[in-house]
């Protein structure tokens, strides 16, 4: 209700599936959907919910790519995928080159959240050279996450890197954020940018 508030018309729900914590499958993502969107039926509200998830590059990511197993959306075959928040993955080259082989469009989560990218910008520009799209949280520009995520989140979007912003929503107190992120400069740069041909947000 608060996002239809906003002006949404509809989401794309991306749970976790990190096997070592969050052992969601497609299967029970979207039972739950299906539950879900039988509320909203219920309740008459205008929203289209769709359901993809958004993956943690791990073995079992990789083992899902090659079965071509993965949820996804939109018709670019779009799936959002996340790294480690302490070092890069070893395998993220190889899982993006197999994303790409098996027909998928691969994006990137929350790319400012990465500090360890913070002092080598090079290293957003190459996940544009191999055409991996970026998404930013939306609360990042609130400073929810700190002054040099919100800094990269705004340098990003300033440089017309950024394809997609999600919303992080992990549950009612994230809308207020969301709220504030709104009304930001740096969210009417995004909305105003010819990059943004798409303005999504994914809801955990």
């Known amino acids: 209700e608060k996002l ?11 749970p976790h599936i990190y096997w070592d914590m969050y052992r969601n499958s497609p299967e029970i993502i979207l039972e739950k959907l299906a539950v879900v969107k039988e509320e909203i039926a219920k309740r008459q509200l205008p929203f289209q919910l769709e359901a993809a998830a958004e993956y943690f590059c791990d073995e079992h990511f990789e083992s899902q790519i090659e079965q071509g197993k993965l949820l996804h959306f939109g018709k670019e075959k779009y799936v959002l995928f996340e790294i480690s928040f302490i070092q890069e993955n070893i395998n ?56 040099n995520v919100r800094r990269i989140a705004e340098k990003l979007i300033a440089k017309g890197m950024v394809s997609f912003i999600g919303s992080d929503c992990h549950h009612v107190g994230h809308i207020d954020l969301m709220e504030q992120a709104r009304s930001s400069p740096s969210m009417k740069i995004f909305l105003e940018s010819s990059r943004s041909l798409h303005s999504t947000i994914s809801a955990h």
Do not use: C
Not at 4 to 14: D, E, K, L, P
Not at 122 to 138: A, H
């Open 4 to 14: 239809i508030a906003f002006g949404y018309v509809g989401a794309v729900t991306t």
């Open 92 to 147: 993220l080259g190889r899982a993006i080159f197999n994303m790409r082989l098996n027909g998928f469009q691969p994006i990137l989560a929350h790319p400012e959240r990465y500090e360890y990218w913070h002092s080598d910008f090079s290293r957003y520009e190459s996940m544009l050279d191999k055409e991996v799209l970026l998404q930013v949280n939306i609360n990042s520009l609130t400073g929810q996450y700190g002054p």
